[in-house]
């Protein structure tokens, strides 16, 4: 189960991901609304439940369910907030939330809530994910590449390279720096190499190389990597 948790607050959100990491839950942790939404704009059937702040620096979390149901999107969203007021409560529900818990809260309500919003939604996870010739397909857990001809071929990727390549299609064109690929994909509380991001990167561009892909995920010099619709479409 993938989730999305927009909350500004740093200390709060490193909490959050961490516990929901540990209940074995796949988390995308952003800080802002506007970051949240280039996330789920189009892109809403990655995740299973989406848990947002109310206030929130960019678009705020009321206007980012408003958002969703405007597209017709289904996707479970539990609303953050000190906000204690019933008239509060009643307008992050009308603006398209499906559940609101106040702060502060306890771990035992917040999983539970989680649970509840995911047996009321079993159908959001899509089955694939696609991006220019890559697809990930979820029941196979195995990313293809199409061929000039439009012939399939099956990448041979461990687990970790798996998760990398997922993380940069989730996340196409965004330039992702090295703290957010260890914090996405490294989760230890042991401190990690400091050269494990670009001789993950070394490895897997070696297996796209032979699929004619090696070149899908750039370097941004002093910031990180990003993958390129402009080569991924060729």
Partial sequence: ????LVEDEPDLG???QKMLSREKYLVDWVQDGTTAWNYLDGQWTQYSVAIFDWLLPGISGD???QRLRRQNCSLPVLMLTAKDRL???IAGLDAGADDYLMKPF???ELLARLRALQRRSPQVQASQIRFGRLTIDYPSSTIF???VQGQPHAIPLT???FRLLEYFMKHPNQTLTREQILEQLWKTDAEPISNVVSARIRLLRRKLAE???AEIIETVHGFGYRLIESYVSK
Wanted: charged share 30%; proline share 0%; with cysteine.
């Fill in 14 to 16: 490193m909490i959050l």
């Fill in 159 to 161: 687990a970790n390279e």
């Fill in 211 to 213: 699929y004619e892909c």
């Fill in 87 to 89: 008239e509060d409560m």
């Fill in 1 to 4: 189960m993938r989730i999305l």
């Fill in 145 to 147: 590449t199409t061929n």
């Fill in 106 to 108: 306890v771990k035992a």
């Fill in 63 to 65: 206007e980012l369910c």
